[in-house]
């Protein structure tokens, strides 16, 4: 195994396609294809899966890429630092539920460590996603919410993929909903006045268990259920539809505007948010720094 290779692998995988991948290595596509098999075979799996349709990551090739982009990006940092030289762009990738603050932190650590070359993903997706971005190396962290109704069934999917809980606070359940809801004057709200309006909430595909809701309560009936894929949607809906969703209460005003406002709720919960690690891979300096403007927010 040569870190050519490995750059060979990634960027076949990020092409899809071995003809543009040999073009944009530079090299002949025989001598990329034969450097696939070369990894393949030294370590007795299968990366790629081959049709008439083209190529597909396999289940073992998608772990073997997240251990390669760890590698990769480690001789990174070790060639800037002893020759002032990077090897390529510098990439970095968070999974994350859909909070404001971990977008905002994601937003500074590109402002402070960005450089001149640069890949970062902020993908805010599916809880289940989560969990499986972070296990197969895909994102280096996750964020996700524990509470005393999900706690168990999410603990044993981290445990399962070798992964790490950490906490950074513990938030009482708001409400978001929008400046001119007729419930904007309230200083608190209960579950009862909730219930003429609509409730959002995140698409979580096929991994609906209640358990993987990003929303609290998710199991109390609603006569007005709207389920969404992205946060631009939620807030449309939640000002244009006088629509509500149970959160921590966190928001970022800079970054989602003034017309969407937090309530408290009244009721007996609480929200742990935390990020998720590999349990035996050391965090690299970008997700220890993006860690520490995380604490430095919330």
Do not use: W
């Not at 998710?218 to 244009?240: E, H, P, Q, W, Y």
């Not at 937090?262 to 007996?268: F, G, N, V, W």
């Not at 935390?274 to 690299?284: A, D, E, K, V």
Request: aromatic share 10%; proline share 4%.
């Amino acid at each position: 195994m040569t870190l050519k290779q490995l750059q060979y692998a990634v960027t076949v995988a990020e092409t899809g396609n071995i003809t543009e991948a040999a073009k944009k290595l530079f090299i002949a596509q025989p001598s990329l294809t034969t450097a696939i098999h070369a990894l393949e075979k030294e370590y007795g799996i299968t990366i790629f899966s081959r049709s008439n349709k083209g190529i597909e990551l396999t289940p073992d090739g998608d772990e073997f890429l997240g251990y390669a982009r760890q590698i990769l990006d480690q001789a990174n940092l070790m060639n800037e630092r002893y020759t002032g030289k990077t090897m390529g762009k510098q990439r970095f990738c968070v999974s994350s539920q859909h909070y404001s603050f971990v977008v905002e932190a994601f937003v500074r650590l590109l402002r402070e460590q960005g450089g001149d070359k640069y890949e970062f993903h902020m993908r805010e997706t599916q809880t289940y996603d989560i969990i499986d971005d972070v296990a197969h190396l895909r994102s280096e962290i996750g964020i996700l919410y524990l509470n005393a109704f999900n706690e168990t069934i999410i603990r044993k999917s981290l445990r399962d993929n070798d992964l790490t809980f950490t906490p950074l606070f513990t938030a009482k359940p708001h409400v978001f909903i929008g400046k001119k809801n007729p419930l904007a004057e309230k200083k608190k709200l209960t579950l009862e006045d909730l219930k003429p309006y609509p409730r959002l909430s995140y698409e979580q595909g096929s991994h609906n268990s209640f358990y993987f809701s990003e929303e609290i309560l998710s199991t109390v009936d609603c006569d007005k259920d709207i389920v969404v894929c992205d946060r631009a949607s939620l807030f449309n809906m939640l000002i244009g539809l006088n629509g509500y969703t149970i959160c921590s209460g966190v928001i970022s005003e800079e970054l989602n505007g003034p017309n969407i406002i937090a309530k408290p709720l009244s009721i007996e919960d609480h929200m742990e948010i935390g990020y998720i690690l590999p349990t035996s891979i050391h965090p690299s300096p970008l997700t220890l720094s993006y860690i520490q403007i995380l604490r430095s927010l919330v």
